[in-house]
């Protein structure tokens, strides 16, 4: 199975920018359909943001929505988040998660659909 490592998070400004990546080994990301979820504090893991395993195809939740963009590196067994117009309500554990079973441009917003996460990254968010 892929194994799934997600950098880039940190403490940043109200209004500012991070860009998360997940890197996968172990495996070929091109057959994975892959997505982004977060979790705050005493709430539940939420859906961000999916891609297609052919990257042809995303789709984000509705509070992310002309904020983040998901996209994706094949060659280099990557997939990314780039968050821009953060708010303090962004702040959360940034997980990616791979779903083996995707369809070439499927795209899934369950958690129940992916087999594989990682051990997410912090992102916090100051107003």
């Known amino acids: 199975q892929v194994q799934l490592e997600e950098s880039g998070g940190g403490l940043v400004q109200a209004g500012g920018s991070l860009t998360l990546s997940c890197a996968a080994s172990?495996?070929?990301?091109?057959?994975?359909?892959m997505a982004w979820f977060r979790q705050a504090p005493g709430k539940e893991r939420e859906f961000v943001a999916t891609?297609?395993?052919?990257?042809?195809?995303?789709y984000n939740v509705d509070s992310v929505k002309g904020r983040f963009t998901i996209s994706r590196d094949n060659a280099k067994n990557t997939v990314y988040l780039q968050m821009n117009s953060l708010k303090p309500e962004d702040t959360a554990v940034y997980y990616c998660?791979?779903?083996?079973?995707?369809?070439?441009?499927?795209?899934?917003?369950?958690?129940?659909?992916?087999?594989?996460w990682g051990q997410g990254t912090q992102v916090t968010v100051s107003s």
């Open positions: 998660a791979a779903n083996f079973r995707s369809g070439p441009r499927q795209l899934s917003v369950s958690p129940y659909e992916y087999d594989n």
């Open positions: 172990g495996g070929t990301l091109s057959r994975y359909g």
């Open positions: 891609i297609s395993r052919n990257g042809g195809s995303t």
